[in-house]
């Protein structure tokens, strides 16, 4: 009985690990990646779309992933757009916006939560006085294997269609249509085209994939330290 509550601390503490791990891969793109976004606006010709100068536009995304992070309270910023001041955002935008901070800050708070459930696992392992230098290693492996192989199909699902899985994600996650935009009169749709989306999809997975890879290795020696002590 010992044995099997150890485990499922075990596998519990790997899947907050996961989880962790994940958020952080999509903490580390978003804001952590010098360049990446005067990357893809140049790759997608973005200031010829929205006909703004690409330091102005960088300003406005660092502005708006600054509200995304909780750290400026609105989106209203002034910019240049096609030679006169304006504000970037208009009030769609900002409603929509607004949704998606919630996420982003949803997002950064399960991130917490896990940490902590992390942390009481930890806990359990040693009030149990199990023996943590072994069941941990083994646990990580078997929960990153259970969890990576998740994450890894539903990649494989969405990369049959991405645009209809885009459509599904939006669906799920917002109870309104602000998130349709129309090129015409919202800016946003040109600064993060479908395209961009898949990129940082694309970027994100191989981050999460090189994270979780070193922690499997990390508990392959540590196990095998154990069989050999």
């Not at 903490?27 to 790759?43: F, I, L, S």
């Not at 660092?62 to 001041?85: C, F, K, N, S, W």
């Not at 998740?150 to 269609?161: E, K, N, Q, S, V």
């Not at 922690?215 to 392959?220: A, L, R």
Request: proline residues 4%; aromatic residues 12%; hydrophobic residues 50%.
């Amino acid at each position: 009985m010992k044995k099997c509550i150890s485990y499922f601390f075990g596998i519990l503490f790997a899947f907050c690990l996961m989880i962790v791990l994940l958020i952080t891969s999509i903490e580390a793109v978003a804001y952590w990646t010098p360049g990446y976004y005067e990357k893809e606006y140049t790759k997608y010709n973005v200031t010829a779309d929205v006909h703004m100068e690409m330091d102005d536009l960088l300003d406005v995304t660092t502005e708006m992933m600054a509200y995304l992070r909780g750290r400026r309270p609105d989106l209203h910023v002034p910019t240049i757009v096609d030679g006169q001041p304006r504000e970037f955002f208009n009030e769609r935008e900002i409603a929509h916006m607004e949704d998606v901070r919630g996420l982003f800050l949803g997002g950064l708070a399960l991130r917490r939560i896990c940490v902590a459930a992390a942390l009481v696992c930890l806990a359990g392992l040693l009030l149990l006085r199990a023996p943590v230098r072994k069941v941990l290693p083994r646990s990580v492996c078997a929960g990153t294997v259970l969890f990576f192989a998740a994450i890894c199909g539903l990649a494989a699902i969405i990369a049959t269609d991405f645009t209809k899985y885009f459509v599904i994600f939006h669906h799920i996650f917002f109870d309104n249509d602000l998130w349709i935009l129309d090129p015409r009169t919202d800016l946003l749709i040109n600064i993060v085209p479908e395209p961009f989306f898949m990129d940082t999809a694309a970027r994100i997975a191989l981050t999460y994939g090189a994270a979780v890879a070193v922690v499997f290795v990390v508990c392959v020696i540590l196990i095998r330290r154990d069989r050999q002590s």
